[in-house]
């Protein structure tokens, strides 16, 4: 059973859909956050298959478009992260309010940028029941982006030069982020810089719309977000993650779980072979779907 529902988050109205399982309930829930870009409620095919395997295990999900992607309002491009958090902390409160959920367990599933955003509203809402970030950055948008430039130009046959060069670029970006400069000042030192070339040969180039989102990202970082953090948090990887540092972000994760003053469990899962979705080719790696499920029935505060 499902229905298209539509919340409020300040003055941006989401468009969504609820899913219900089978049976009166209550059933637990999640909310579903997606990633980078313009993503709506199915995160491309993502999610569809990872609902559908929810569900078969009792639990409601809630999805909904990112801020001006199919049925929303607003922009992504003018939003921070702060924004977003709150979009799903909005889609928590509305998950909660369901009559066939119970509301003391409701948890939020972020994938890859979603992953910063949950970890941001986990840090707000005292009694979210549990956190999960699938190929969730644990370091910094500069450091991940950094290495996700890094690892495509290595594909692409960059030289280890060529690389350095790209680099040295990049950071020179971030600063710019940081010092608030206008697009238009730099557009030109970067069309003229063989190096920014040999990075959008890889991907997309900046445009004014888009770097004035990098500009309100640029210096996020979880880290202090993961010290706020209460409840249950099940980080899950790809071994053969090429956008998310893997070992780095472990490393956060945990260091961050030691030094909380009131300590929620962590749980870390790294699947061989896979990659940013946690596939290998067109499946889930073996074991994915279970271990998700699994840890979710456990992190349940009425079981």
Not at 24 to 40: K, N
Not at 81 to 95: I, K, M, S
Not at 194 to 213: H, K, M, N, V
């Amino acid at each position: 059973m499902h229905q298209d529902v539509s919340f409020s988050s300040g003055d941006v109205t989401l468009a969504g859909t609820l899913w219900l399982p089978a049976g009166s309930g209550p059933h637990p829930g999640v909310v579903m956050v997606g990633g980078s870009g313009p993503t709506d409620r199915d995160n491309d095919v993502l999610f569809p298959p990872i609902r559908a395997h929810l569900l078969s295990a009792g639990f409601a999900v809630l999805s909904y478009d990112k801020r001006g992607v199919g049925g929303s309002s607003g922009n992504w491009l003018t939003s921070s992260y702060g924004d977003l958090a709150a979009d799903a902390a909005a889609a928590v409160r509305l998950l909660r309010s369901q009559p066939q959920v119970d509301t003391a367990a409701v948890g939020l599933f972020g994938h890859s940028e979603g992953g910063w955003v949950v970890l941001r509203a986990a840090a707000q809402i005292a009694d979210l029941a549990y956190v999960v970030t699938n190929s969730g950055p644990g370091v910094s948008l500069a450091r991940q982006d950094r290495w996700a430039t890094a690892n495509a130009l290595r594909a692409d046959g960059a030289t280890p030069s060529e690389i350095a060069a790209c680099e040295a670029t990049h950071d020179q970006i971030m600063r710019w982020a940081g010092q608030g400069v206008a697009f238009a000042e730099m557009k030109d030192v970067l069309d003229a810089d063989p190096a920014y070339q040999r990075i959008i040969a890889c991907g997309p180039a900046l445009t004014e719309d888009s770097w004035e989102f990098v500009k309100l990202v640029h210096n996020h970082d979880p880290s202090a977000d993961l010290i706020r953090l209460r409840c249950p948090h099940l980080a899950l990887f790809g071994a053969a993650e090429t956008v998310v540092p893997v070992a780095a972000s472990v490393t956060a994760f945990a260091t961050a779980a030691c030094n909380r003053p009131d300590p929620g469990p962590i749980t870390m899962e790294i699947f061989p072979d896979a990659d940013h979705r946690i596939r290998i080719g067109d499946d889930f790696a073996p074991g994915y779907l279970a271990t998700l499920t699994r840890w979710l029935s456990a992190a349940q505060p009425n079981r």
